[in-house]
């Protein structure tokens, strides 16, 4: 039996959802269910994630209870282009190709939302900014594209417990999702995205190293950014 099969026949056995390949033969399937306010579970180019209509109230909600987590910790969203970021945040102030160079890839850029964002006003109460990610994965990419929409993101896992980087890392919350996409080990380390805010002009703060700081500094130095010290280094001060 291959490899696609055994995870079908194991999905089928499950008695509330299905755990199904991450391929592109399923993202239909996907597309359909964020379209429905349902919350899926999708591999990254880092981590597994739980993922949902951005613009849906009840479904943002949803993954807070799965989750466990605090209304007031923020979450991400992904969408499926670099050039969609203009429907749901200000960028207009960034060096032209500075976004088209950090993504696709394993960055979340934090932006300011502005008056004109499609994002529904639940999502991230109280925050005029919003961490956007376009993940090099084309299969969580595709959904994105296909729902028309942005996705909510954030980690498989309860809050506070360690991030997912295999399916079986959260199996105790798989009942909660309408698919599992299984798109096997991933091989980040656990390390998540580099997080970076760009909300200022001209400069940048890294919020969380993540597993492409490198790369990340370099080209924001090769767009001649200014970096704000960290948060990390201001608790070290």
Excluded at 101 to 129: C, F, I, M, Q, Y
Aim: proline content about 4%.
């Amino acid at each position: 039996m291959d490899l696609d099969s055994r995870r079908i026949k194991l999905g089928l056995q499950m008695k509330n959802n299905v755990v199904l390949p991450a391929t592109e033969a399923y993202v239909d399937e996907a597309i359909k269910a964020i379209k429905e306010g349902k919350v899926i579970a999708v591999p990254t180019d880092t981590l597994y994630g739980f993922a949902c209509d951005a613009c849906s109230t009840g479904a943002v909600n949803r993954i807070y209870e799965i989750k466990g987590r605090k209304q007031a910790s923020p979450l991400a969203i992904c969408v499926g282009d670099v050039s969609d970021i203009e429907r749901f945040a200000v960028a207009d102030h960034l060096p032209h190709g500075l976004l088209d160079n950090l993504l696709p890839g394993p960055v979340t850029v934090v932006l300011r939302r502005g008056e004109s964002s499609l994002l529904e006003k639940a999502l991230n109460p109280g925050l005029d900014s919003i961490g956007i990610r376009v993940p090099d994965s084309s299969f969580i990419r595709g959904i994105a594209c296909g729902s028309r929409s942005a996705l909510a993101l954030t980690s498989a896992n309860l809050s506070g417990q360690s991030s997912s980087v295999c399916i079986r890392d959260f199996e105790d919350l798989w009942e909660h999702c309408a698919y599992v996409y299984d798109g096997g080990l991933l091989p980040s380390g656990r390390a998540g995205s580099t997080v970076v805010d760009l909300t200022a002009q001209g400069k940048y703060q890294i919020l969380r190293p993540g597993s492409a700081l490198k790369e990340t500094i370099d080209i924001l130095h090769r767009y001649s950014l200014e970096e704000i010290q960290s948060l990390l280094e201001k608790a070290g001060a």
